[in-house]
């Protein structure tokens, strides 16, 4: 069984920055594509951005040039730097081992006008 935590969520002003971090239980972390979603009140989750195992990124186009994700195999987990925030960008974000059904329980993210 593989559990995902993240952390890092909390009440930021427009502008402003947060960092959001996933960590798993199973050590093998590393080999996996992970995932960062996110739902805001009323809508459905939709994808923020992803890291593959050998480092490929992606992400969506709402957040290109504001948030970098990133790993780290030796502590386990994917970070989720988040610049330049906008209130669209409230929301629950969630952690997602690609492929493996496996989520996090999210970190609520709000940005104040």
């Known amino acids: 069984q593989v559990r995902l935590v993240e952390s890092g969520g909390g009440l930021v002003q427009a502008g402003g920055s947060l960092r959001l971090s996933c960590a798993a239980t199973?050590?093998?972390?590393?080999?996996?594509?992970v995932g960062w979603y996110r739902q805001a009140p009323g809508k459905e989750r939709e994808f923020v951005a992803s890291?593959?195992?050998?480092?490929?990124?992606t992400y969506a186009d709402s957040v290109k040039g504001r948030f970098t994700i990133s790993r780290s195999n030796a502590a386990n987990t994917v970070a989720l730097q988040m610049n330049s925030l906008k209130p669209e960008d409230t929301a629950i974000y969630y952690c997602?081992?690609?492929?493996?059904?496996?989520w996090g329980q999210g970190t609520q993210v709000t940005v104040s006008s």
């Open positions: 890291i593959s195992w050998s480092d490929l990124t």
């Open positions: 199973t050590g093998t972390f590393s080999t996996y594509d």
């Open positions: 997602n081992q690609i492929g493996t059904g496996y």
